[in-house]
Nanobody
Framework: QVQLVESGGGSVQAGGSLRLSCAASGRTFSNYVMGWFRQAPGKDREFVAGITRSGGSTYYADSAKGRFTISRDNAKNTVYLQMDSLRPEDTALYYC????????????????WGQGTQVTVTS
């Protein structure tokens, strides 16, 4: 299995940017479809973005399109989430996740999860 550790969260003013990183260890990173999810207080966890094993294709929730960019570096066993034009409603605990089976367009089936990194956007 793969172990995932997120970093890069913090507090930022609305309109600002943050770059989240997720470092993977364990099994072959390039075997995993990777995704970013978030959970705000009192709300269900929601899909944010996903990326294919090679990094050649990406998939975004409507809330992330045009503002967030997911990428990966298989040589560094790391997946990133560049978040621009942040809004207060982006405040949440952000998780990275991985799955061996399935495609990036299917937002379920992720079975490896990190502990999360907090993102707070102030107005």
């Amino acid at each position: 299995q793969v172990q995932l550790v997120e970093s890069g969260g913090g507090s930022v003013q609305a309109g600002g940017s943050l770059r989240l990183s997720c470092a993977a260890s364990g099994r072959t990173f390039s075997n995993y479809v990777m995704g970013w999810f978030r959970q705000a207080p009192g709300k269900d966890r929601e899909f944010v973005a996903g990326i294919t094993r090679s990094g050649g294709s990406t998939y975004y929730a409507d809330s992330a399109k045009g503002r967030f960019t997911i990428s990966r570096d298989n040589a560094k066993n790391t997946v990133y989430l560049q978040m621009d034009s942040l809004r207060p409603e982006d405040t949440a605990l952000y998780y990275c996740a991985g799955k061996v089976l399935g495609t990036v367009a299917v937002v379920t089936g992720y079975n490896y999860w990190g502990q999360g990194t907090q993102v707070t956007v102030t107005s």
